[in-house]
């Protein structure tokens, strides 16, 4: 759900990018911010609350986080995009941690780009891009938190590993959305 603030603007929450995390920080530094009532994504009236700004995510930490909130937690997008339905249709709600390798051969193998996708529909061109776990600090701490306030509270339980093999796959998969969001990518 977007945060929005006449000192700030209007913070876009991209699905498991610590948004839960994030909309908590911003609601303690400024008391007069409201959520807009969409659940994830632009505002219908974009525009009205420039600039806008986000956080994205490391494909691989994404798409790990997705995997367990889905089974955990039944979490879908809502969304009615043909890439999202085939998503979830991979990870179904009684697979365990230890099927992860085959959720990310599938994903990697049938929707190569997905969670660049998933980025670029919620950060259109204009949109401020922040890094979850790198200069979204920067970002909180100028608009006035405190550094107690930098540790997430909701991290995931029973998250299941990532191995060398599994990073090489995703990491291939999505080179264009670490080329496009200029997140770091390990050779």
């Known amino acids: 759900m977007p945060v929005v603030s006449d000192r700030w603007g209007c913070y876009i929450h991209i699905p498991k990018t610590s948004g839960f995390w994030v909309r908590q920080v911003l609601k303690r530094i400024d008391v007069d911010a409201f959520e807009d009532g969409v659940a994830h994504g632009l505002p219908e009236h974009w525009g009205a609350f420039a600039p806008y700004w986000t956080v994205v995510r490391d494909p691989v930490y994404w798409l790990r986080s997705a995997y367990a909130s889905r089974v955990e937690d039944a979490w879908a997008p809502q969304t009615k995009d043909v890439p999202w339905k085939s998503f979830c249709l991979l990870i179904h709600p009684y697979r365990t941690s230890a099927d ?88």
Do not use: H, S
């Open 100 to 187: 992860f390798p085959w959720f990310v051969e599938q994903v990697t193998k049938n929707l190569p780009g997905i969670v660049g996708w998933l980025f670029d529909c919620y950060a259109p061109p204009g949109v401020e891009i922040y890094e979850c776990g790198g200069n979204i600090y920067d970002k909180l701490r100028d608009l006035g938190a405190e550094p107690e306030l930098f540790i997430p509270r909701n991290l995931g339980k029973n998250l299941p590993e990532i191995t060398g093999e599994i990073e090489k796959m995703i990491r291939r998969a999505e080179k264009g959305t670490y080329d496009r969001y200029n997140l770091e990518r390990p050779d």
